[in-house]
C-alpha cells in the first residue's frame, strides 16, 4: 500500500468478518432435514439456497419487493427446486430457517487478532444486508463497538454496493473523503473494483485463496491477520 492518507477501514460483513456461508449452509440442511426428512437431495440445498440469495436479495434492493417479500419468493423457489410442497405461512417458514441460522452465526476466527492490530484508524462495516439483521449479527459475535457503525444502503439513501453513492456515502459517515478509506471485502465486484471509481482503495478478501486471478492493482489476502502490516505500508 504506497499510497498514503488512509485514515479509515470499511470491511464488509458476510464472508468477511462473519461467517455467513456457514451459518447458512448449517441453517438451510436443518431446516429442509427438520420438513422433509430424508430428502434425496438434502445435500444440494446449501449450494441451492445459496444460488438463490443474490437474485432476491437484488430485486429488494432495486425496490422491486419488500425484504420480506424477497424472503417469501426465496423459500417458495427453494421448495419448486426440492418439489416439495411450498409452506402455506411462509413468513413463519423463514422464521424457522432464521432461528437455525441464528444458532450457527460466528465470526471468523482472524477477526479479532486483526482488529486488535488496527488501532487508530476509524471502523465501520459496509453490507448489502438489512439493517436490524447486519447490526443483530456484529452484537451476536462479539464485535459491538469494536467495528464503528454498520452501514446499509437503509441508511445511505437507497445505495447499495456497487453503486458509487454507497461508497461516498459511507466514506462521510466516517468523516473521511473516499481516497481516505480502505475497504475490506470478498466480493470482487462490491468491495473491490465498485469502489474504485470514488478513489476509495480496496483489499480482495479471498480467505479460500481459490477465487479468480485479483484485477491488476489491487492486493489479495487471504486471512485478516494480513491486513494490519499490508496497512502499515
Known amino acids: 500500500m504506497s499510497e498514503p492518507g488512509i485514515k479509515g477501514i470499511l470491511f464488509d460483513l458476510d464472508g468477511t468478518l462473519f461467517d455467513h456461508r456457514g451459518a447458512a ?25 445459496a444460488a438463490l440469495e443474490g437474485p432476491y436479495l437484488a430485486m429488494w434492493q432495486a425496490g422491486r419487493c419488500s425484504v420480506q417479500e424477497q424472503r417469501r419468493l426465496r423459500l417458495a423457489a427453494l421448495c419448486a427446486e426440492l418439489a416439495v410442497p411450498v409452506p402455506g405461512d411462509l413468513d413463519a417458514a423463514y422464521a424457522g430457517f432464521t432461528e437455525l441460522y441464528r444458532r450457527h452465526w460466528a465470526a471468523f476466527p482472524d477477526v479479532t487478532a486483526a482488529l486488535a492490530g488496527l488501532d487508530g484508524f476509524a471502523l465501520g462495516v459496509l453490507t448489502n444486508g438489512t439493517l436490524p439483521m447486519q447490526e443483530a449479527k456484529v452484537r451476536a459475535i462479539g464485535l459491538a463497538g469494536l467495528v464503528g457503525p454498520v452501514l446499509t444502503g437503509e441508511v445511505l439513501g437507497g445505495h447499495f454496493k456497487p453503486a458509487p453513492a454507497c461508497y461516498t456515502g459511507a466514506a462521510a459517515a ?58 502499515a505500508r
Not at 25 to 46: C, K, M, Q, S, Y
Not at 178 to 184: D, G, I, K, S
Not at 224 to 231: A, C, K
Request: hydrophobic content about 45%; overall charge negative; cysteine-free.
Open 25 to 49: 449452509d448449517a441453517g438451510i440442511t436443518a431446516w429442509v432435514a427438520g420438513r422433509f426428512p430424508g430428502h434425496p437431495r438434502l445435500a444440494e440445498a446449501p449450494a441451492i439456497w
Open 174 to 231: 466516517l468523516g473521511l473523503a473516499p481516497e481516505e478509506v480502505l475497504l475490506v471485502g470478498d466480493d470482487v465486484e462490491n468491495d473491490v473494483t465498485g469502489p474504485a471509481v470514488t478513489g476509495m482503495r480496496s483489499v480482495w478478501l479471498d480467505r479460500l485463496a481459490s477465487g479468480p486471478t485479483p484485477p491488476a492493482g489491487f492486493p489479495r489476502i487471504t486471512s485478516l491477520t494480513e491486513l494490519p502490516p499490508l496497512v
